[in-house]
T-cell receptor, first 117, second 113 residues
Framework: GAVVSQHPSWVICKSGTSVKIECRSL??????MFWYRQFPKQSLMLMAT?????????EQGVEKDKFLINHASLTLSTLTVTSAHPEDSSFYIC?????????????FGQGTRLTVV | KNQVEQSPQSLIILEGKNCTLQ??????????LRWYKQDTGRGPVSLTI???SENTKSNGRYTATLDADTKQSSLHITASQLSDSASYIC????????????WGAGTKLIIKP
């Protein structure tokens, strides 16, 4: 089946630095990718929709200047957490969706555990 | 308002036993319903996906049912194994142009030996 690869799987960074997370669709082209954040014991929360070749669409309450999304190709979307702070520590997950006339199927990356110290 | 509610919030059962997880939704227009398994610290993995016309779908020891009239779904796990310990999330896709995914809060399942 379709595979979405996310890198890195975990990262520890100092407060004030920036961290880039990559999300790749390995065997299909994804014009749209999604970025989620998950806090402990909570479900996934959609942060933004990443569109290839255009600006991302951010959910209400998500700072677009803090969470920079770039979707430069049909197989790669990146999320950069700028000037990270301890409250940004979370589990970040990307997904890509295959659309068809009959159905849609979402595939998820392995997730990235970000810890800001 | 589009919503997905799951019950129970958490469940502990003994290895080898069966269990059923519930999902109620109010999503319109409805496109499909998915069940995901999420291990701690990992991304969700798809178990089943069902469209409006499908009543049941199986994936090994996992069997999902869908009642589109009552807007309810269940995930039945038979002969549970220790590796089944995870969160199980019900996700409903809205049939609009954005293919919005509406996420349930998940059921935390713990299998004890």
């Amino acid at each position: 089946g379709a595979v979405v690869s996310q890198h890195p799987s975990w990262v520890i960074c100092k407060s004030g630095t920036s961290v880039k997370i990559e999300c790749r669709s390995l065997d299909f082209q994804a014009t749209t990718m999604f970025w989620y954040r998950q806090f402990p014991k909570q479900s996934l929360m959609l942060m933004a929709t990443s569109n290839e070749g255009s600006k991302a669409t951010y959910e209400q309450g998500v700072e677009k200047d803090k969470f920079l999304i770039n979707h430069a190709s049909l197989t790669l979307s990146t999320l950069t957490v700028t000037s990270a702070h301890p409250e940004d520590s979370s589990f970040y997950i990307c997904s890509a969706t295959i659309y068809s006339q009959l159905n849609t199927e979402a595939f998820f990356g392995q997730g990235t555990r970000l810890t800001v110290v | 308002k589009n919503q997905v509610e799951q019950s129970p919030q958490s469940l502990i059962i003994l290895e080898g036993k069966n269990c059923t997880l519930q999902c109620n939704y109010t999503v319109s227009p409805f496109s499909n319903l998915r069940w995901y398994k999420q291990d701690t610290g990992r991304g969700p993995v798809s178990l089943t996906i069902m469209t409006f016309s499908e009543n049941t779908k199986s994936n090994g020891r996992y069997t999902a049912t869908l009642d589109a009239d009552t807007k309810q779904s269940s995930l039945h796990i038979t002969a549970s194994q220790l590796s089944d310990s995870a969160s199980y999330i019900c996700v409903v896709s809205a049939g609009d142009s954005n293919y919005q995914l509406i996420w349930g809060a998940g059921t935390k399942l713990i299998i004890k030996p």
